[in-house]
């Protein structure tokens, strides 16, 4: 009997906890899969808003790794300290691995030092350590002016800034502070979701409905104690600044020399790198469409059919759908959804679905068919 083929697959977020888990499930007995990740947990993205607003603690929402239990998989928290893409070796602050197939899915670094002021003046909401110091900010806060700000022309989960502003203005509202207070996007993008008018002129009604302001295609470039500096000239005042930073592609994944334009530039079809037997997919890969959870998840199905064909004789794989439906927060425990095939026609296709109860309901699922998929938990 042949060895197992070994495939080290880097980050274990939406794309590599979908990948492990297709891989482990279709091709038992023949793949010996390694999965790394610094962390001892998965926090879903939509998680961290949970914890900003207090509906649940970090505690409850952290996934911990060591309850995957799957055959040919073995999980190790260990931190990813080079790549090299020529002979698919990694090497970790624990031990060195070598791979027959190696895929990258380390997401992306969030980089609030490039915004001078940022970290002294604001705060920033995406990160995992970020959501129970918002927390906190949010829990203090006596009302006033708040602006929330995207600070790159390039971010994951493009309807989060606006679900941070529908909860933050439900919060204030419970609180009895929303007489005393403004919310206020300030963004780069020309509209919330620059691919469909209907889902933007969708958000944009629910912002107005709630007088929440907005100034879209703004780019903020640095902040003073109270005041955000934006790049047409204008100063806008705020008491609380709550940032999205700017992204970048991982220290590891550049210094590999796996970027060309920033990122991993991948064959849309096969997530292959320009290098042999070396696949990126999520965040961290260069596809012409959004990043986000739903999508590194998508990508992640592909190229294990990819895989199974190539390593098991599965059935000629399809190319890379770009299909997704995501979920919209929009204040008073209503979500909207969002559906949008990426790739399919010559320009994207989008369907919104208004903010109801159902759609609560509907995320609730999502969340839960990840959670039993993937760890197994109930
Ligand atoms: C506030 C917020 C809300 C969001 N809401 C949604 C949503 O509702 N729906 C949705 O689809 N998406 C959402 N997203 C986006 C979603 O979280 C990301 O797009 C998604 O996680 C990307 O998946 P990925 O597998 O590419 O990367 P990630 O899930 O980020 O996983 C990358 C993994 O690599 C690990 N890693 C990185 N560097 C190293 C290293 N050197 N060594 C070891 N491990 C390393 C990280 O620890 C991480 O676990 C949201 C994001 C945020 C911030």
Redesign the pocket.
């Given at each position: 009997m042949s060895e197992p083929t070994r495939i080290v697959i880097?980050?274990?977020?939406?794309?590599?906890l979908e990948l492990s888990t297709a891989l482990c499930t279709a091709l038992a007995g023949t793949v010996d899969v390694t999965l790394?990740?610094?962390?001892d947990a998965?926090v879903?993205?939509?998680s961290?808003?949970d914890v900003m607003f207090g509906r649940q603690t970090m505690d409850e929402v952290s996934l911990r790794y060591s309850g995957i239990a799957r055959p040919g998989l073995t999980f190790r928290q260990?931190?990813?300290?080079s790549i090299d893409p020529v002979n698919k070796r990694v090497v970790?602050d624990s031990g060195t691995y070598d791979a027959d197939i190696l895929v990258v899915?380390?997401?992306?670094?969030l980089a609030p030092e490039t915004t001078p002021g940022l970290l002294e003046h604001g705060h920033e909401?995406?990160s995992v350590a970020a959501a129970p110091a918002v927390r906190e900010v949010i829990e203090n806060f006596a009302g006033g002016r708040v602006v929330i700000g995207v600070l790159g022309g390039f971010f994951?989960?493009p309807?989060?800034p606006y679900?941070?502003a529908f909860l933050l203005r439900d919060h204030l509202e419970r609180v009895g502070l929303w007489e005393q207070s403004s919310i206020s996007i300030v963004t780069p993008m020309p509209k919330p979701i620059p691919i469909s008018d209907d889902v933007s002129n969708g958000i944009i009604g629910a912002l107005d409905a709630v007088g929440i302001s907005y100034s879209h295609g703004t780019w903020t470039d640095r902040l003073e104690p109270g005041i955000a500096h934006l790049r047409d000239g204008r100063e806008v005042p705020f008491d609380l600044f709550l940032g999205v930073p700017v992204h970048v592609a991982?220290g590891?994944v550049v210094d590999a020399g796996l970027t060309d334009d920033g990122w991993i530039a991948v064959d849309q079809n096969t997530f292959a790198t320009k290098f042999a037997d070396v696949y990126a997919?999520?965040?961290?890969a260069s596809v012409p469409v959004p990043?986000?959870?739903?999508?590194?998840e998508g990508e992640a199905r592909t190229l294990a059919e990819v895989l199974i064909h190539r390593l098991g004789g599965g059935p000629e794989p399809a190319p890379f759908p770009g299909e997704?439906m995501?979920?919209i927060e929009m204040g008073a425990d209503r979500i909207g959804r969002v559906n949008v095939n990426f790739l399919s026609g010559p320009a994207p296709v989008a369907r919104y679905t208004p903010p109801s109860l159902e759609g609560s309901a509907e995320k609730g699922e999502f969340g839960a068919t990840r959670r039993a998929r993937w760890f197994g938990l109930a």
């Open positions: 880097l980050g274990a977020g939406f794309g590599g790394i990740d610094q962390h998965f879903f993205g939509f961290k808003l260990e931190t990813v300290q970790t899915a380390l997401g992306a670094d909401f995406y994951k989960c309807p989060a679900e941070m991982p590891v997919i999520g965040d961290v990043r986000a959870g739903v999508i590194a997704i995501c979920y």
